[in-house]
Structures are given as structure tokens and as C-alpha cells.
């Protein structure tokens, strides 16, 4: 699965260190352990099915051949929403029986009663069932567009059973045959191909058998069914298709083209052929998630399969690409080989997340994905700097505590630490163990130890006790180097904490590749153990401890070395690496290690670097100083001069001739305009804005956005009226979703109200209300008329939640920065809670101090560089 994260900039105004989509489990203990017995285990499931798309409801029969361990008269399985209409059991070498049912709707299961004994040995269960067609975005949920509806199916991580009862667990894999019965106009897809299609039963009917799909989990099972059309290829023998509602077919060939590249990358890298005999991509228009990897069908929110190369801004195709990638990566590592249970989906989505940018990585060498990457790595290790993060191992047993392990820690510290070994072990060699680690695996579960003792195996080197320190030990460590003397750099390690209150446990150690760069070489790496108290250096005037700064792990140098490596970044490092190093400057400025002018400073020497990356990690900072730091109207006028002084030279110099110089002219044009305050750059933002709405393809897309995004900072309502009109007129969802972000950023309060109710109103989709809140209360602009308008219309806003979406609201709230905020959003929450929130809550009220703590320990610091600047 891949969650919807923000694809888009605001021209750097805001956001860029803003409380994000942070889930973390919830522990409570109180919920019951849900696990269903091993006495009976699947093997096949015959399902059938006959949705009623107007009448939301649909008629269901299975028979599931199962194992039966020991003897036994009851048989618990998983099921909720469901309606049993017959059971019965069919012994294999006896007669059949009918049961009975009965119903635990906390655990979600239900119970099956037979009078006679079912003795050990095979079996078929025969139920007939109905159910609903939800609204709910999960289970087998209904779908609209103006002109009709489409029923789909969502099942990670448990909402199989809402469609049919099941032994609805990851490590119960089965076979599946799946027939659907559908009005004569519309098709169907399912994870297998269709194998026939017959007329009937009934009048204006016709049934669709598909072929017998591959041994896998519940939740990878997929069907859904409307009139989608599609564009078809072939790669390496396998039949590829993409598909939408009609009126987006022509946004289809896009994603086909990434699909080629990464089928057939794929069966290269992982050195096991493309499972399935095909492989479907289909755009729901209500989808909760960017997409999931239903085996052989995946299921995508449109703007994240749908897009034009040549309208959509290059951060939206990317994203796309992206999404695309790593559900076909899943296809492998997660469905073919699949975790055993959910305490170890970080490693599904990690790995998918570290293979998603290595394909992409390759696909397009021009769009320098490891500066993308190491900038992401940047967020993760602020992210896991603060007291409420998570181990990456944590028990996860209801429903809801395994739909919390989907977060950051999990995507992106586990992508993180997978970048990290691989760097260490070499390209090669762990290639070489995953495939060893799937070889082993096919069709099966494993745990994330089978992974790590497969790498270990291959490479001979301790990834065991690397990965182990890793997944056990919260927290990212700080690695403090002393002057390298003798050939030997003291070091010392200790978890880092954003906040300079807390004081690290002495006994929280990692075991750590450290890969650094001394002299020419590209890197040297040790292995760092929680007693090392030095590495061996080769003797080097500039020493750099995090090579391709993909180390997951915080720097610190003595300060004559610190210079020396500032004084050289530009020769000596590579752009990951200076990323690297201004992220680790400004992790010393949040722990009040360093004052946030040194940072102000740092990011002067870098204002003509060439790569829009290492400037926008740079830079974005600087609008978080202005926001948070900074208190006075005067203070943040001043940053805003900084800025105009510190980058218009460099936008002037800078010509188009490159696409990364390009780049680097769209940012600084949003950076100028925007944080900068220039008032000719604004005027000249409005210009493109209008024509850019007028006629999108008239203008570069990207800086068309960015234009957009500067001249609703002063937009008037004829500007807003033109985003209202092309959400609901363009058929393009990447434009859509572009159109109706841009309506919260307005600043004009009578606009920011429209926006507001629009999102609550009925024309925007129950995926992207609370999306509108969670944005608009992270624009400072913005910020206070959000929470205000959360407060007194709460019965709408909360309305149009579904179940995992209330957590973007409860986020969204941690961006405040004041005492008397925090005790609001406490306050407010503790009266009106939200469901499954209670650690986002927390997450977002340290969130809230730690800015507080920020201001209070940095705001003396800019005020005197602020003077000495003559300001
Ligand atoms: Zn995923």
C-alpha cells in the first residue's frame, strides 16, 4: 500500500517542517488478541458474487476447502457486515452437515456450530451470505462519479472480511476462484484474468469466471466492477493494462510506459520472472490510500496512475512514477513473499519504498532521485528525533492497532535502513540476498528475520545484529566526532532528541555501518558497535562521516573540522552529501547545539548551489524560521529581505539552458515571490497564474503551479472562482487535486470561508475533506481560520471522515506554536475525540511544544544575527 502523502510545494511558504500524517500505535491494552486458531486452515476459495450497484448491497456463496487439524465442532472464522443465509460442512470422506452461526462483532469473527464432530482431514465449508456496499472506502464499497457508481474492493489490512467470511490473516494463503455476476453493460477485473463470460442468469446479466489466482493472503484479493476501459501492452510474456472510468482512458498510456520499464526491470533485479500471466493498474475515483498492490490488479487514487507527461508538473509525475513502482515492487516482496504478520509490514513497505526510488532512479537518471531521497531521509530522522516515535518493531494484534503501523517509521525509516545496508553490503550482494530470501520463500510468509539471516548469509558480514539494533532501539543516534588524530577519530554515540530538554538513556546503543569519506575515495565503512570508541581513518584534510549521506544516523564534528568540511562542500561533496550536512546543521540548531544564524549563514554558502534539492532542504528552513522562530512583524520582514538579498542575484544570473538549472529557477522564483516578499515576482506570478488557468498547456506546468500557489496568497475571487471551476470541470485529476488544494491557500478571509465550506460540502470527495483541513492547518496564513472553522462546523468536518482519516485533522492541529493553542487543541480533542487519534494527539501536541521550546531558546539568537546584518 502506498499512503497519500502531499505531492505538492507552496513555493516553499510553508510546510517544511509542519506536522505531517504521523500515526502511532496506539497501546491499549484493553483490546482482545483477535488471532483465530491454526486448527483449520484454508487452502481454496470458490467465490462468487452478484453486487447490486443500486441498491448498495450483494448476494454472496463460497466454499472454502479447509484442513482440520484435531476434531472439533466449531470453526471460527472472520466476519463483520456480512449476513449468513446457509452454512454448511462437507467432509471429504463423510456426509455434509448443516451449522450454525453466531457472531463476536468486537473480534470480528464469526463462530460456526456443526452437531456431529468434524473429524480430522479435509473439508469444504459452503456458506451463502449477503452484504452491503459501503461508503466507507474499505471492504467491497461503492464508488461514484456523476455519472454512476462503481463497486471495488479495499482489503489491507483486514476488510476481506467485510466481503466474504474468511480465515482473513496474512499467513493463511490460499487459491482463489472468483466468478462475478454483473449488469450486461460493465466488465469486471479480479487479480486473474477472465476465463469466460456467459449470458445470464437473468435477464441483463452476464457472469464472469476468472482464471484460478496464485496462493496468496486475503488482503491482496481484488475485484471491482463498472464500465472501465483500458490501454493495453505486453512485457517479458506478461499482458499489461491500464484502467480508468471512460472519460479518463486518454490519461492511461503514461503509467503503461512505467509499467513496461519496471516489469522488466523487476524480473532482472529480483532474478524471479513476473508471477501472473498479467498484471491490471486500475484508477478508483474514491480510493482512502494512493494505491495498493492487490496481486495482478492495482488499485490506484487517480492522480497518482492518471496523468499527462506533458500538463502534469514534473513533482506529480514523479510521484506517480513512484506510486506505480512501488506497487509492482510489492508484487514480489509482499505478495509473492509475504510477511507473517503484521508486526513485520515495515518491511514490506520499507523495502517498497527503498525499491521504488531505485527503479525510478534508473528509469530516469535525469531526476536525480538520491538527492529526493536523501532530502526524505532528512524529515525521517527530525521525525524519529522526538520522545512519541516508535520502535520499528511493535506488537500490532486489533484491527486498528495494524492499520496504525502504516507510518512514517514503518515506510520510511524502514526504506531508510534497507538504503543504509545496501550501501554498505554493495549493489550486488544484497540483490543477491533478497532474491536468496524470496527463492526461499515463494508463495509463503516470512519473518523480517528470514531477511536479515538471508543478507547475512550471502554477505557474511554482522546484518544481523545491524538490522536487529535497528528494529529494536527507537530514535535515530548521533554519532560525535572528536579531530582525527593518529589515524583514529573518536566517536561517540547517544540517541538524538530535537529537544534540548530531554537527555538521552546512556544505554541506548546501535550497531552501525558507518560508510565516510576521507581523501578521494568515494567511501570506507566500519562497522560501529555500541563499545566502539573510535573508527580507523585514513589520514585527510576533510573527513565526512556519512558518504552519499545514507547513513541513517545524525553527525556531529569538532569544530575545526566542521569548518574545513563547510569550506569544501562545494568541491568535496556530493549533493546527497551536502544535504546531508545541512540537515545534520539544522538538527544542531533545533537541539540548541548551534545558533540559528550559523544556519542562516550556512545557507548563504549555498545560495548559488546548482542542484534545486540541496537549495529547497536548505531553504525550506528558512521558512520555518520565519514562521516559528520569528514573532514579530518586524523580525519576519527583515528574513524576508535576507532572502530577497541573499537569492535575487542568483535568479537573475540563472538562465534555462538545463533541466536541472530550470529547477533550480522554478524554485527560487517560489522561494523569492513567496518567503521574499517580491513584489515584482508576485505581479508577474499572477500574469502566468491566469494564463496558466486559461490554458494549462500553454504554459511549463510546474512553474504554472507554482504561479498559482503564489497569487492565491493575494488572490481575489475571480481567481478562486477559476480553481472552483476547473476541479469540477477538468477531467484531468492531477489538475483536480492541484485546483482544490490551491482553494485553502487563499488569504483572504471571506475566500478562506468558501474553501472551507466547499470542503465540507458535497462536491468534494469524503478522500480529500480532511486532506483540505490537515493542508490548510499547516499554512500559517491559513492556520487560525482552519482551526476556527474545525471548531464550529466540527459536526460537518467530522462527517466527512471516514475511518483512518480523522488522524489528518488531529496532525494538522500540531502545527500551532503558542501555550494558549495547545491547551485549545488539548482541550478540544479531549471533548470531542477521534477515534483511534490518541497517540497522533500526543504526536501532535509535543509537536506543538517543541516549537514553543524552538522559539524560546532561538529567537535571542536571530535577533542578534538580525542586527548584525544592520537590519
Ligand atoms: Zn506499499
Known amino acids: 500500500m502506498k499512503i497519500r502523502w502531499y505531492s505538492f510545494s507552496l513555493g516553499a511558504s510553508c510546510c517544511a517542517f509542519a506536522a505531517i500524517f504521523f500515526l502511532l500505535l496506539n497501546f491499549s491494552h484493553a483490546a482482545r488478541a483477535q488471532r483465530l486458531s491454526a486448527n483449520v486452515i484454508p487452502s481454496h476459495y470458490l467465490l462468487d458474487f452478484t453486487p447490486d450497484l443500486k441498491a448498495a448491497t450483494f448476494n454472496g456463496s463460497e466454499a472454502i476447502d479447509v484442513n482440520i487439524k484435531e476434531p472439533t465442532s466449531a470453526i471460527t472464522l472472520n466476519a463483520i457486515e456480512l449476513k449468513f443465509q446457509t452454512v454448511e460442512i462437507d467432509v471429504h470422506d463423510g456426509g455434509a452437515q448443516k451449522g450454525s452461526v453466531s457472531f463476536d462483532p468486537e473480534k470480528q469473527q464469526a463462530t460456526l456450530t456443526f452437531a ?41 489490512s483486514t476488510d476481506s472480511r467485510r466481503a466474504f467470511p474468511c480465515f482473513d490473516e496474512p499467513a493463511f494463503k490460499a487459491t482463489y476462484d472468483i466468478s462475478l455476476t454483473i449488469d450486461a453493460g460493465d466488465t469486471a477485473i479480479s487479480n486473474s484474468a477472465i476465463a469466460s463470460d456467459t449470458p445470464g442468469p437473468g435477464a441483463g446479466k452476464h457472469t464472469l469466471v476468472f482464471g484460478t489466482a496464485p496462493k496468496m493472503s486475503t488482503y491482496l484479493v481484488a475485484f471491482v466492477v463498472g464500465d472501465f476501459q483500458c490501454t493495453s501492452g ?58 495498493m498492490e492487490n496481486f495482478g490488479a492495482i488499485t490506484f487514487r487517480e492522480p497518482d496512475l492518471l496523468l499527462d507527461p506533458k500538463t502534469a508538473p514534473f513533482r506529480s509525475e514523479r510521484n506517480a512514477t ?39 532512479a534508473a528509469m530516469h537518471p ?55 545496508i545496501e550501501n554498505y553490503l554493495g549493489e550486488e550482494t544484497f540483490r543477491k540476498g533478497v532474491h536468496a530470501y524470496l527463492a526461499a520463500h515463494e508463495y509463503g510468509n516470512a519473518t523480517a528475520e528470514d531477511f536479515w539471516n538471508a543478507q547475512t548469509k550471502v554477505s557474511h558480514k ?162 520555518v524560521i520565519k514562521d516559528d522562530v520569528a514573532s514579530t512583524k518586524e523580525e519576519r520582514d527583515a528574513l524576508a529581505a535576507w532572502i530577497r538579498r541573499t537569492f535575487a542575484p542568483v535568479y537573475a544570473r540563472l538562465g534555462n539552458a538545463s533541466p536541472r538549472e530550470h529547477n533550480v529557477r522554478e524554485y527560487l522564483f517560489g522561494i523569492l515571490a513567496s518567503g521574499g516578499k517580491d513584489a515584482n515576482l508576485r505581479a508577474e506570478a499572477r500574469g502566468i497564474a491566469d494564463q496558466y488557468l486559461a490554458d494549462p498547456a500553454s504554459v511549463d506546468p510546474t512553474l ?14 475571480a481567481l478562486f472562482d477559476a480553481l472552483e471551476k476547473t476541479y469540477e470541470t477538468s477531467s484531468d485529476p492531477e489538475v483536480q487535486d492541484f485546483a482544490l488544494h490551491e ?39 491559513s492556520r487560525d481560520q482552519a482551526w476556527q472553522f474545525i471548531k464550529t462546523h466540527w459536526g460537518q468536518v467530522q462527517a466527512e471522515f471516514t475511518t483512518a482519516m480523522g488522524s489528518y485533522v488531529v496532525a494538522g492541529s500540531g502545527n500551532f506554536c503558542s501555550v494558549e493553542a495547545r491547551e485549545d487543541v488539548k482541550n478540544f480533542f479531549a471533548a470531542h475525540p477521534v477515534p483511534a487519534t490518541e497517540s497522533a494527539l500526543r504526536h501532535a501536541l509535543e509537536h506543538i511544544d517543541g516549537c514553543i521550546e524552538f522559539r524560546r531558546s532561538q529567537e535571542p539568537n536571530l535577533k542578534k544575527w538580525l542586527a548584525a546584518q544592520g537590519q
Open 743 to 781: 482553494l485553502v491557500t487563499f488569504t483572504n478571509p471571506d475566500l478562506l470561508k468558501r474553501a472551507f465550506e466547499y470542503s465540507v460540502s458535497p462536491k468534494v470527495r469524503n478522500q480529500d475533506s480532511a486532506m483540505q483541513f490537515n493542508l490548510a492547518l499547516r499554512i500559517p496564513e
Open 462 to 623: 554482522p546484518v544481523n545484529k545491524i538490522m536487529e539494533s535497528l528494529v529494536a532501539e527507537p530514535g535515530a543516534p548521533i554519532l560525535e566526532f572528536g579531530p582525527l588524530v593518529a589515524g583514529q577519530v573518536p566517536v561517540a554515540q547517544s540517541r538524538f532528541f530535537l529537544s534540548p530538554g530531554i537527555t538521552p538513556n546512556p544505554r541506548q546503543r546501535w550497531t552501525l555501518p558507518v560508510c565516510f569519506k576521507a581523501g578521494t575515495k568515494k567511501q570506507d565503512c566500519q562497522v560501529l558497535t555500541p563499545s566502539s570508541p573510535s573508527l580507523a581513518v585514513p589520514t585527510a584534510k576533510v573527513f565526512f562521516a556519512n558518504a552519499g549521506g545514507m547513513g541513517y544516523y545524525r553527525s556531529a564534528y569538532a569544530p575545526a573540522q566542521y569548518a574545513a568540511l563547510v569550506a569544501e562542500m562545494e568541491t568535496r561533496l556530493t549533493p546527497e552529501e551536502r544535504i546531508s550536512l545541512t540537515g545534520d546543521e539544522w538538527a544542531q540548531v533545533r537541539a540548541d547545539k548551534a545558533a540559528v544564524g550559523d544556519y542562516l549563514n550556512l545557507v548563504a554558502a549555498l545560495s548559488s548551489d546548482p542542484s534545486s534539492d540541496v537549495l529547497s532542504n536548505a531553504v525550506d528552513n528558512v521558512s
Open 322 to 360: 513512484l506510486a506505480i513502482v512501488h506497487e509492482m515492487a510489492h508484487q514480489w516482496f509482499g505478495d509473492l513473499v509475504t510477511m507473517q504478520w503484521w508486526d513485520n509490514v515495515w518491511l514490506n513497505e520499507g523495502f517498497a519504498t527503498w525499491m521504488e526510488n531505485k527503479c525510478v
Open 704 to 717: 504554472g503551479q507554482t504561479a498559482v500557489g503564489i497569487a492565491a496568497k493575494n488572490g481575489d475571487s
Open 234 to 291: 505486453e512485457q517479458d510474456g506478461v499482458a499489461l493494462r491500464v484502467c480508468a472510468t471512460p472519460d479518463k482512458v486518454a490519461l492511461t498510456p503514461f503509467a503503461l510506459d512505467v509499467a513496461k520499464f519496471a516489469l522488466h526491470y523487476y524480473d532482472h533485479y529480483f532474478g524471479i520472472h513476473y508471477p501472473l500471466r498479467k498484471l491490471d493498474f486500475i484508477g478508483i475515483p474514491d480510493f482512502e490510500a494512493g494505491a
Open 116 to 156: 456431529k464432530t468434524i473429524p480430522a482431514g479435509d473439508a469444504t465449508l459452503k456458506i451463502h451470505f449477503t452484504g452491503i456496499l459501503n461508503n466507507e472506502l474499505r471492504g467491497f464499497y461503492l464508488s461514484k462519479t456523476d455519472r454512476r457508481s462503481y463497486a471495488v474492493t479495499q482489503f489491507e
Open 366 to 420: 535525469k531526476w536525480d532521485i538520491p538527492q529526493f531521497v536523501a532530502v526524505d531521509l532528512q524529515r525521517t530522522l527530525n521525525t524519529d528525533a522526538q520522545p512519541t516515535t516508535r520502535a520499528i518493531r511493535a506488537r500490532a494484534d486489533t484491527p486498528e492497532e495494524i492499520d496504525q503501523m502504516f507510518d512514517t517509521i514503518a515506510y520510511d525509516k524502514g526504506g531508510a535502513v534497507l538504503l543504509m
